[in-house]
């Protein structure tokens, strides 16, 4: 944990979905541990064990929990479970949860069984909620829930079902924020560009979908660049946005802004210049 405070400092965040070091739910760990937070992470199934391994690798290795979003009988016991680690109350949530079989990608819309659709639903979308009823005795006013998002507002040719999660994901986002105002608790998610992340491997066509930020981002973008979103979701489970819920923050070079990629400017000879 840092030493000379830091925006986050005080803090007791508890960040799901660390499974590698090129996770945005790794950055974010680290880059809050650095400005002061005392963090908590979460696992499950055969991947407890590298969550484990890989929260060795944080500044300040922190208690991990097995958690999946799916059990419900680990949903009611994980907020007693955290008391037991010593932390008793929590200030942030990162929720860095998502899934979905192979089927419902790409040309699979149409062809997707339920049961495939169900599990992309139930765990990147229906598992926010969740989330938030395991953590919610725990939260005190002023905390922020903060969920990982792509951008839904479009479809992309190779997203799929996941796109429709992610969608349902933004609206969960505006209706718990909704539920949990008078509680003085944010809810809001980060849009991140697309990173060569576990996750991303697991998409058909990502090299095409990156392709797009290549051409389009007005700021550019880096695929590699975890930290870049990391140090947003610090900020945003910081005190530094206490007006701001419901609210999705785009970290993705400016493409969500735009219609077309960058276009040269104009040659001062051009006709009507």
């Avoid at 590698?20 to 064990?49: H, N, P």
């Amino acid at each position: 944990m840092s030493s000379n405070g830091g925006i986050l400092a005080g803090k007791r965040v508890l960040v799901t979905g660390v499974f590698t070091e090129s996770s945005i739910a790794f950055a974010t760990a680290r880059i809050a541990q650095e400005q002061g937070a005392q963090v908590i992470l979460t696992g499950f199934g055969r991947s407890l064990k590298i969550t484990q391994l890989i929260a060795k690798r944080l500044p300040e290795p922190p208690p991990v929990l097995e958690f999946d979003v799916t059990d419900e009988e680990q949903v009611a016991s994980l907020a007693g479970r955290i008391r037991e680690t010593g932390i008793d109350g929590l200030d942030g949530v990162l929720h860095a949860v998502g899934f979905a079989p192979q089927s419902t990608f790409g040309d699979g819309f149409l062809t997707a069984p339920w049961e495939d659709v169900s599990t992309a639903l139930h765990v990147s979308t229906y598992s926010l909620q969740s989330l938030t009823r395991a953590t919610l005795d725990l939260l005190a006013p002023g905390s922020c829930i903060l969920g990982l998002d792509f951008d839904a507002s479009v479809a992309w040719p190779i997203y799929g079902w996941m796109g429709v999660a992610k969608a349902g994901l933004a609206a969960t986002t505006r209706y718990l924020a909704q539920q949990l105002g008078e509680r003085g608790i944010r809810v809001n998610l980060v849009s991140a560009g697309p990173l060569q992340t576990t996750a991303a491997t697991h998409i058909p066509g990502f090299a095409e979908l990156s392709g797009v930020w290549a051409d389009r981002a007005p700021l550019g973008w880096d695929t590699l660049g975890t930290d870049v979103v990391g140090r947003s979701c610090v900020a945003l489970l910081s005190d530094f946005f206490p007006a701001t819920t419901g609210e999705i923050v785009h970290v993705d070079g400016g493409v969500h802004a735009v219609g077309a990629g960058r276009v040269a400017a104009p040659s001062p000879d051009a006709d009507g210049v």
